[in-house]
Structure formats: C-alpha cells, structure tokens
C-alpha cells in the first residue's frame, strides 16, 4: 500500500471513530465537519440540510456567514472567503439522506483538493450518512435498548479491531437479535470461483456450510451480489427456483444486503425468517443494509491493517538496508556492533571492523553516470558478500562506504587477512554492461576494545585508519593506531581551510621560467599554485594539491591559477609588445578535463585577459588521458579549437605509447624529472631521454626537461639535442613580481643566474 492509500485509511478510520461514536444527529454532524477539516487541513467547513446550515466550524461564536456557504455551496468554483484567510477553494460532495439536498463542504486556502482527497472526502460522506441513517433508525426504535447495545458492541469491535471471525459473528448475531428471526448469514464471493458465494458466518452455526453455497444471481444473497442492491423476497419457499434449503428449512421469507468494500461488491448479508407472512418494514431493511455497511468497513478496516502492518514492516527493513544493495545500513551496523559488544568472548577472540572506500568513486560517477556509477556499488556489495563468512555483517555505510563486522575474529591477523580477501575481489574489473570497469578500495581497521569503547568509536577509528590507507597511496589496508585520529582532524581541518582559502583567493600562481637551453634565454614560464596559510605559513603543493582532488575543490582551484597566469602573460605582452612572445604553461587535474564547461573556462580567461590561444599551453599528465581514452580525445580536441597548445607533462612516467600519442592532439612533450636527475647520478639512460626526443621529433613535437638542478645536467640535455628546459639551475618558481624583475634581469645579463626563492620546492 502507498502512502496516499495508508493515510486515507488512516483518516477514514478516524473519522468513523468521530462520528459513530455520538449518540445524538448534531453531535454527529458537529464531530463530522471538525474532524474532516481537521484531516483536510481545511479553515472551515459546514454542512448544509435543505438550504440550512446545520453544522460549520471555522467561524467566530455567532457569526456563521449563511448566505456565504450556501453560496459556496450552490457554486464551488467561486470559492468562499473566510474571515482573517481570505478567499479559499471549495469542494463538495452530497450526503446520501433519502432525498434530502445534503452537503458537506470544505474550504481551504493554498493548493486546490487532489483527487485522492476528494475521493476520501466521498468516503467520509457515505461514512456520516450511514452514522445519520443509523441514529435515525436508533431514535425509532429506542424502546429496544438491546438493539443499541448491539449496535454499538458491533462497531466497538470494528474500532478495537477484533479479528474478523469475531465481528462476523457479532453481526449475524446482531440480524438475529435486531430482527427476531432466526437465520442470519454473511457470504462472500469464492476467491478460488468468483461465481459462488460461500458463507463465512451463520447462526444459527449449525446450518451445514457447504450446502449454504450460493451461485451469484441466484437466492437473495446471489441477487443482492449480481444486481448490487437490497434484495427483499416474501413467500419465499413457494418461489419458483427457491434454493432447496429454504425448502427443507421452511424459510417464508428472506432479505439480502450487498457488502461493499472500496466500491465493488464482496459479498451480501442474508437474513431470514420461519414466521409466516413475514414482511420486513423499511426501518430493518434499512437495518439490515446498514449491518452490511459495517460489514465492509470491517473488512476495509482489517486490510487497512493487514496494509499497516506490511508497510511497517517494510518500512522497518527499509530502515535497516541500504536499498541500492540490499545490504544492511549504518543503523543496523551500528546495532549489530553494539550487540556484539556485550557478547562475553573466549580469549583471543575480538570483534574487528572493516571500513572500506572505493577509490576514486566521483570520477567514475563523473566519467561514465550515475547509473553506471550505482551499478558498481551493487556489484561490489556482491563481491564483498561473497568474500566473508555467513555470519559477518557487510554493511553499506553510505555513498562508497562499506563496512564489515567480524564478531569472532581471532586477533588483528585474522582482519587483516580478511581485508587481503577484500583488496583481492578488486583485482579483476568490474564488468558493467559492455564496459569494464576497474576498480581499487582503501580499508581501515579498528578493533574494539580500549580504544574503542563504544560501537561509534569503533567505526570512527576504522574510518580514520581507511582514510591514512587513502592518504598513502589508496588500495591498501591500514590498522588503526591511536595518533591517527589526530592526523585525520589535522587533514579534515586543512581541507575546511583550503576551501576557505579557494573562497577568498588566497591560492597564488607562482611562476617558473621555461628556458631554451642553447641560449639559456626564457621562452615561457610554468603557473604552479602556491599557498601561504596566515597560521600555518607556507604549505607545500603535495599537501593541499592532494587534498583539492580528493573534495573536488581542485577545479576552482584549476580554474583560478588559470585566471592569474593568463592575467599576468596577457599583461606582459603589453607591456612588451616588441619582445618574443613568452608562453605560459598551466596544469589541468583529471577532474578539470572531466569538467564539461572547462574548454569554456579557457576561453573565457583568454578573452578577460587578451592573450592569444597559442600563448597558453594546458599541461596534462599522462595518467589523466588513460582513465578515459576517447572523452580525453574529444575534451583535447574541443581545446585545441580554441587554439591552445597542449603538453603531456611527465612523458615516459606512465603508458608513453606511440600508438595513443599519435591520436593525442598533443604538441609538447615534458620529460619528467627523474629520467634528468638520473642524469646527475651517472646512470645510463641518454638513451631512454634520447628515444623520447627522438620521438618528439618525428612526430613534430617540441621536448622539454624537467627538474633540471645541476649544470652537467644542462650539458648533458645539450649534448643529446633537447632544445628546452626548466628547474633550479635556471630559476625557482616566484611571484608575478619577482618574475617580471627576473625577466628583466636576464635579458640584461644573458639569463645566465638562477634566481632563489623562499620555498624549496619546484
């Protein structure tokens, strides 16, 4: 059951509690307009009789606006204005009164009714006409107190919802009781044939059921069924086709009422008498349909609850599972881990946690969609279901957190063997859909004990512990320790900072000059961001930089030290429109190529800042195309529409394939440091230098060092024809000021004096 379907029960339910509860016809009316403006959140409501108003609430004492409601009544759509709310949507629905003009009318401010609630609305009116109907009928007949009684135990057993064999009974005992005959049935349509009616209660109980069994469209019972109405039937064994059973039993005469339940018929409550010329006055057949009306809202009463009980218990599980995998959720984790705790164990035995993230969750969800991105999860609450004992709990945490409880767990080894098992279901790819999806997690684990006292702390101190696994490399397992946790604080407060830092623009772009190695003469300059924390002081590129991949700040960061190396080149060519055009380099982050209006970042810091496309050189590393070969081709393609040149920072450190280097619009190839630091050491690798420059050449592209520190470092780049270089030998990065002072300098001196720098990183 839905919701809506749940809460018009709900409220059905309620009101038949207001209403069948009165005794008297206007403390049934007044409890009906109150109750339904209070389920309807209406500001007023009223009940109209034959152009009178016998019932309303919104109003002050003594002020009820007659003529107003009438009007609202007679015409809906012109709404009702109510004192101190103002004009408010109407909606009516006439009560069922034997010919008298009856109406229930609600006004409310705001949204118009929904069907659902004009639907209930319906609902309450059948409800309030029966309640009417009865306490007429109950006002004729109050010299028979025990009718009343009956009545009412009859409906005290709906409201108290009793079990349905008991209700049924009390009804057929009630026909019996109220009308003085002596058969009384409830049948209801067969579920296994439909054609059939097969009673539920009798009474007198010993009249044999299965010979009870009534076709529909035959019998009382069977008409009332097929033609949906009071069927009343006088003489009835000397009928033409009377059921056989009246004969035996000597029925004269017979009524039938249908049951009704959510519109349809279910079913028809049948009495009948031995007295001869029986006749059954307007007030019992109005008795008797009103039974059956009880009837169906038991029964509507008791699939409502059937319907509860299900949606709570569904509820309940959904409360418990995560419902992408089906797995437990963080709240019956944590359950399972306090009731763990206060299991005595064997010594040796522990209770170990495991919290696993999977690495670099968001670019997949970036890369390939959410829905890719949910289907991994799904497979690996599966692999890890698979990689565990029957008894251990796999528990979605949240996101791209896991978490695995071992109750029994002999010792720190035997988690960490587990969490081996864990790091070794990654190793293969995922298979989603016709792409293959490779995948790595970081594991923390806590055990509980005296540094875990509690089942949050446990967990806490587990996820501290997969945080140091992330922070050193990912895809690998780390076991807490107490100084952890204030390393992740440290961590946790930087990151808050960072983004602080990122808001007011305090991350700068630090300049170092790209040389020409022959001449020594500056060609171009490299933007590297730095950042100096008003507290902390200088805070290397390796802390922060990390940091900003990991929240996702690293595109505002990007896009910043774009702003400021375009701002400061474009400047620069101003001011020397006469010199070489000096280009300037800038990095890009996987989450930047990713980022669908990067190319239009670039072009909108050309524009602000009148540098030419060629000018600016986007640097990539060679591991940021890998992740995603053709979305790479098409985001490099779209930059150099722009007119940029591109660079493969780090060349030779990753894949370094000629097959994807001739698809890469690249133009530069950066050589990463190593390879010239190998060179100071005497080690023999010219060669592996030599074959990337080599390569750079047949395929037209300009070759770069980097890191170049020593001069026989330089000299060695010379000797093996690298035309272009850069690192400390020539000039530490520096401010946009210091940069121009240095420009100036070595195009006085030659260029022949690296410049130093406070920072001592590239």
Not at 295 to 315: F, H, I, M, W
Request: glycine fraction near 8%; charged fraction near 25%.
């Amino acid at each position: 059951m839905d919701s809506t379907s749940t809460w018009s029960a709900q409220q059905l339910a309620e009101f038949l509690a207001a209403v069948s509860g009165q005794s008297e016809e206007a403390s049934a009316l007044r409890g009906a307009v109150e109750r339904a403006s209070e389920a309807f959140e209406a500001e007023a409501a009223a009940i109209v009789f034959d152009g009178a108003v016998v019932a309303s609430v919104g109003f002050p004492a003594d002020t009820t606006p007659t003529e107003a409601l009438l009007a609202a009544v007679s015409c809906p759509e012109g709404g009702l204005e109510v004192p101190g709310i103002g004009s408010c949507r109407v909606v009516t629905a006439s009560l069922d009164m034997q010919g008298r003009d009856a109406v229930l009318m609600l006004a409310r401010s705001g949204n118009d009714f929904s069907r659902e609630e004009v639907s209930l609305l319906r609902s309450m009116n059948r409800v309030l006409s029966l309640t009417l109907s009865n306490l007429r009928v109950y006002a004729s007949l109050r010299e028979r107190q025990a009718l009343l009684e009956k009545l009412s135990s009859i409906e005290g057993l709906i409201a108290m919802r009793a079990p349905l064999e008991e209700v049924f009974d009390a009804i057929t005992s009630g026909v019996t009781a109220i009308l003085g005959d002596g058969i009384a049935s409830l049948y209801f349509l067969d579920p296994g044939d439909p054609s059939r009616l097969s009673p539920t209660s009798t009474m007198p109980p010993s009249i044999p059921a299965d010979s009870a069994r009534v076709p529909v469209g035959q019998g009382a019972g069977g008409q009332a069924v097929a033609n949906d109405e009071l069927v009343v039937i006088e003489e009835y064994a000397h009928r033409p086709h009377a059921p056989e059973m009246a004969t035996v039993s000597a029925v004269h005469a017979t009524m039938a009422a249908p049951v009704h339940e959510g519109g349809k018929v279910i079913g028809a409550l049948v009495a009948a008498s031995h007295t001869p010329q029986r006749r059954y006055t307007q007030a019992e057949q109005e008795m008797l349909q009103s039974l059956a009306d009880h009837t169906g809202l038991a029964v509507a009463d008791a699939r409502t609850v059937k319907a509860l009980q299900e949606a709570v218990d569904d509820a309940l599980h959904k409360a418990l599972h995560d419902p992408l995998t089906g797995l437990s959720n963080r709240a019956r984790f944590i359950d399972r881990l306090e009731h763990a705790m206060t299991v005595r164990r064997p010594p040796g035995v522990e209770i170990a946690v495991l919290y696993i993230d999977v690495d670099d969750f968001k670019l997949v969800n970036d890369r390939f969609g959410h829905v890719i991105g949910d289907r991994l999860l799904v497979e690996v609450a599966e692999r890890l279901v698979e990689a565990v004992r029957a008894g251990d709990t796999v528990a979605r945490l949240g996101g791209d957190e896991f978490a695995i409880l071992y109750e029994n767990a002999e010792g720190i080894a035997h988690a960490e063997r587990g969490a081996g098992r864990i790091l070794e279901v990654f190793r293969n790819p995922f298979l989603l859909g016709h792409r293959e999806v490779p995948a790595s997690a970081s594991i923390g684990i806590a055990l509980a004990g005296p540094l875990g006292t509690t089942p949050d702390e446990v967990l806490r101190n587990a996820d501290v512990a997969m945080y140091r696994a992330k922070s050193a490399g990912k895809a690998r397992v780390v076991v807490f320790e107490p100084g952890m946790y204030e390393s992740l604080v440290e961590r946790i407060e930087l990151k808050a900072e960072l983004r602080q830092a990122l808001d007011r623009h305090e991350i700068e772009a630090h300049f170092q000059p790209i040389v020409d190695l022959a001449s020594e003469r500056v060609i171009g300059v490299e933007a590297l961001a730095r950042w100096w924390h008003p507290r902390r002081g200088f805070v290397p590129p390796d802390v922060f930089i990390p940091l900003a991949e990991e929240s996702g700040d690293i595109v505002g960061l990007g896009k910043q030290v774009l702003n400021q190396a375009c701002a400061w080149a474009g400047n620069w060519h101003k001011r020397h429109p006469d010199d070489p055009p000096l280009s300037v380099s800038v990095n890009v982050s996987a989450r930047q190529l990713q980022d669908a209006g990067f190319p239009t970042d670039v072009a909108q810091a050309l524009m602000a800042s009148q540098l030419a496309p060629a000018s600016l050189v986007l640097e990539i590393t060679e591991s940021v195309l890998m992740q995603d070969i053709e979305g790479s081709l098409g985001r490099l393609n779209e930059l150099k529409d722009i007119g940029v040149r591109l660079a493969l920072d780090d060349f030779g450190t990753g894949y370094s394939s000629l097959s994807y280097l001739r698809r890469f619009p690249v133009d530069i190839l950066k050589i990463d440091r190593s390879f010239v630091s190998a060179l100071n050491a005497g080690e023999e690798v010219p060669l592996i230098i030599e074959a990337i420059i080599a390569l750079g050449d047949v395929l037209g592209l300009e070759s770069v060092a980097e890191g170049v520190e020593e001069r026989r470092e330089l000299a060695a780049l010379r000797s093996i024809g690298c035309r272009y270089g850069q690192g400390f030998h020539f000039a530490r990065p520096m401010t946009a000021r210091d940069l121009d002072r240095h420009l100036s300098t070595v195009t006085a001196d030659g260029g022949k004096e690296a410049v130093k720098s406070p920072e001592q990183s590239r």
